[in-house]
């Protein structure tokens, strides 16, 4: 780029790769915007700084620019909006938000209008932009939030999701907002926690379904406490683990990887991809870094996971990532790790071709003395894994866990030798022989004398029936199976109700109450989540 920065928006505009405002050398924020074209970054001057701001483009071909900070050095919150036209290149400024805002977020929910949230040291709630020229509060948020997801549901409610405050504290991302019906609380993130990194890049970057069949499905990346990285598919209120053919590798041939960012998709190939860095890079030792981008084959289900990587790059930036129109990735900016300030960022360009084409029509001449981009691309560093046998009780996201150190890809994929498919045996490399033997201890309890029909059943109380600790039992069925304790149990449930389903002649409410769910409501989301079908689209195709 023309000009070193962080802190700024990276999106698509008119099929040119747009950056938008941030902050440059000396932490100053910047008026300025650039795009790529005729093998040149153009920049451009816009009406008001945008320093942590957001651009959000329009289904009209526009982009909406707002927020930020209101003066260098990252202080205060801005009011200022702008209309970008890349058509003509031109910044309109037009009116103000509704709250001062800076790390926001925006969606487009339908003719313009759009729903921002999300605020940094500043009071927080939801306001609608009608598409013209105003902007008004609509809806307190229960908790103030920074740079949340925001994501729109079928019946055209938006949910606001996050576990940052609005002053950098972790929050309690179990409950989640809504722009028109009431909060409620998701007790999957009471296990698995959003990546904690700012959002700049557009919210639809993370969709796979086809909004204009008025469906919403997303694709959110999440962390246990372990460490361990899994991905979340959300549709509408239902959230439930992408069953992958593993658990997500968190080390590669070089030592760890930390994934960075958001999912980005590219619904024409129908793959996913999440992006990361490396262990010396992530913990700031230099500012060279091989980057890793994890693809998800989100088509199928299991779904097929491939790693690839790219040799050590110099200079890259802490920055923004996104997908082109053709599916290949691009780093733009960002703070330099060693360094880890906001005083001196890169203006460093990568672009990760995965799909071997150039989305970027003039991206060979791209390469000035002081620019980096489309280097020698992203080796496959190998297929992972073949696809597991999954149990018949297990949970959706069945696998292996980290890779060893120095162990290579190809080392893995198939079932070790003594292991059955029920996923009991002897433990893989990795795995403690006592991890095993508790598991063992766990099924057997619940195939024998299925407590999973109290619907009160606690952890605590499966820790006593044990003669161990909950402790030692979450981490158990976390590392094992990959998933909470009530994910584990309610796979148990849902086989159940199956079997009187087909065994019996049963209505409905005395399944669900006989199968050990609380109520009606969990009962069909957690057997849609499970196995990918109501109960009676399930009972039906049984028959």
């Not at 008025?214 to 239902?238: F, K, R, W």
């Not at 041939?253 to 996913?272: C, E, F, N, Q």
């Not at 006593?464 to 309610?490: D, E, G, K, P």
């Amino acid at each position: 780029m023309n000009t070193a920065r962080t802190g700024h928006t990276v999106l698509f505009a008119n099929e040119e790769l747009t950056v938008v405002g941030g902050h440059t050398n000396g932490f100053v924020s910047l008026s300025t915007a650039e795009y790529f074209s005729g093998g040149k970054w153009q920049q451009l001057q816009m009406v008001y700084p945008h320093d942590d701001g957001f651009a959000l483009p329009l289904q009209s071909g526009k982009v909406l620019i707002g927020g930020g900070h209101e003066k260098n050095l990252g202080i205060g919150q801005s009011h200022e909006v702008e209309m970008y036209d890349p058509l003509t290149h031109s910044f309109e400024g037009f009116g103000c938000l509704a709250l001062k805002r800076t790390r926001a977020s925006a969606l487009e929910i339908d003719s313009g209008r759009v729903v921002i949230a999300g605020n940094w040291y500043h009071d927080d709630g939801i306001e609608v932009f009608n598409g013209k020229d105003s902007f008004s509060l609509v809806k307190e948020v229960t908790v103030p939030r920074c740079s949340p997801y925001l994501l729109q549901t079928s019946n055209h409610d938006v949910l606001v999701i996050g576990n940052t405050g609005s002053k950098g504290e972790t929050i309690d991302e179990t409950l989640i907002d809504r722009l028109y019906g009431k909060s409620f609380h998701e007790p999957l993130f009471e296990t698995w926690h959003l990546l904690k990194e700012d959002i700049q890049t557009p919210l639809t970057n993370c969709l796979i379904s086809d909004e204009t069949k008025h469906t919403y499905t997303y694709l959110l990346p999440v962390m246990n406490h372990s460490g361990q990285v899994a991905i979340i598919e959300a549709c509408d209120t239902v959230f439930s683990l992408l069953p992958t053919t593993t658990a997500v590798p968190m080390k590669g041939p070089w030592g760890g990887i930390h994934y960075h960012g958001m999912v980005m998709t590219d619904r024409l190939s129908k793959r996913a991809y999440l992006a990361g860095f490396d262990d010396a890079y992530y913990l700031r030792k230099n500012d060279s870094t091989r980057l890793y981008l994890l693809c998800i084959e989100y088509d199928q289900k299991p779904c097929k996971l491939t790693l690839y990587h790219t040799d050590p790059l110099p200079e890259v930036g802490m920055g923004s990532f996104t997908i082109t129109n053709d599916g290949n990735i691009v780093l733009t900016g960002g703070m330099l790790p060693q360094r880890n300030n906001n005083y001196t960022p890169s203006k460093a360009v990568y672009m990760l071709l995965v799909n071997g084409k150039d989305a970027l029509t003039s991206s060979k001449k791209m390469s000035w003395w002081w620019l980096v981009l489309a280097l020698a691309l992203v080796v496959v560093a190998v297929w992972l894994y073949r696809k597991y046998q999954t149990p018949p009780l297990a949970p959706p996201l069945e696998g292996r866990g980290t890779l060893s150190e120095g162990e290579t890809f190809e080392g893995r994929g198939t079932l070790s030798e003594g292991k059955t498919l029920e996923g009991r045996g002897t433990p893989n490399e990795g795995e403690t022989l006592e991890d095993t033997i508790l598991l063992n201890r766990i099924c057997e309890l619940m195939e024998n004398e299925q407590p999973f029909l109290n619907s009160n059943l606690k952890i605590t109380d499966v820790a006593a029936m044990l003669h161990t600790n909950r402790t030692y039992v979450s981490n158990c069925i976390n590392s094992q199976r990959n998933c909470s304790f009530m994910q584990f149990i309610n796979t148990y449930r849902v086989a159940y109700a199956q079997k009187l389903m087909k065994e019996t002649d049963k209505k409905m409410p005395e399944i669900w109450l006989a199968s050990g769910f609380a109520n009606e409501t969990s009962f069909f989301r957690t057997f849609k989540t499970v196995t990918g079908m109501t109960p009676n689209e399930w009972k039906a195709k049984a028959k």
